[in-house]
């Protein structure tokens, strides 16, 4: 039973483009949501996190949206790199867990 | 401060065989979490681990089965592998221990079970 539901599965966007990662959850016991964005054969790596309480916030080309009412959130990659490339996930928590959404995989192309 | 380390990178293995993955928490966390990845899919939590006691699990059986030690370093067994069971295995540690906190990965552990 997946709690996050992430979409879409993949992307392609220019190089200095913006990418849009959507997520939704059930769940309104969920009171931290992480993206993580990983490598090919490495482990996922904390990009940015916000609390329910937030409705937006912003490090550097990366922002992430929070609709609560709607239960809804997604992550903006702003201005597009190559390195960019790799498969973003999201994740909701309450307690001791994560759970993920199935992964957007991100090609950026120059 | 050193990161959240993971051996061995790889391990293969047969049907019904037991296997033994380790993990060292980053320096000045108490909390182990393990996550199980299949190919192509997101991270499926199997267990936490906080000051040696074992604190929440996922929809894992029981012949998944966890260890933290006294430096809170981890161990994740599984017994009677199964194909099904071959995945990256992720360990993740986090501080500030019941309740959650960011989780920092390490690398994994590859296992395939033939």
């Known amino acids: 039973q997946q709690q996050v539901k992430q979409s879409p599965q993949s992307l392609i966007v220019q190089k200095g483009g913006i990418s849009i990662i959507n997520c939704a959850y059930e769940n309104t016991a969920f009171d931290y949501f992480p993206w993580y964005q990983q490598f090919p054969g490495k482990g996922p790596a904390l990009l940015i996190a916000?609390?329910?309480?937030?409705s937006e916030k912003k490090e550097g080309r990366f922002t992430i949206s929070f609709n609560k009412s709607a239960k809804q959130f997604s992550l903006h990659i702003m201005d597009s790199q190559p390195g960019d490339s790799a498969t973003y996930f999201c994740a909701a928590s309450n307690d001791y867990k994560l759970s993920f959404g199935a992964g957007t995989t991100v090609t950026v192309r120059a | 401060e050193t990161g959240v380390t993971q051996s061995p990178t790889h391990l293969i293995k047969t049907r019904g065989q037991q296997v033994t993955l380790r993990c060292s928490s980053q320096?000045?966390?108490?909390?182990v979490s393990w996550y199980q990845q299949a190919l192509g899919q997101g991270p499926q939590f199997i267990f936490q681990y906080y000051r040696e006691e074992e604190n929440g699990r996922g929809n894992f059986p029981p012949r998944f089965s966890g260890l933290q030690f006294p430096n809170y370093s981890s161990e994740l067994n599984v017994n009677a592998l199964e194909l099904d069971d071959s995945a990256l295995y992720l360990c993740?540690?986090?501080?500030?221990?019941?309740?959650?906190?960011?989780?920092?990965f390490g690398p994994g552990t590859r296992l395939t079970v033939l």
């Open positions: 320096s000045g966390h108490n909390t």
């Open positions: 993740a540690s986090s501080q500030g221990g019941l309740g959650l906190d960011t989780q920092y």
């Open positions: 916000i609390r329910p309480d937030v």
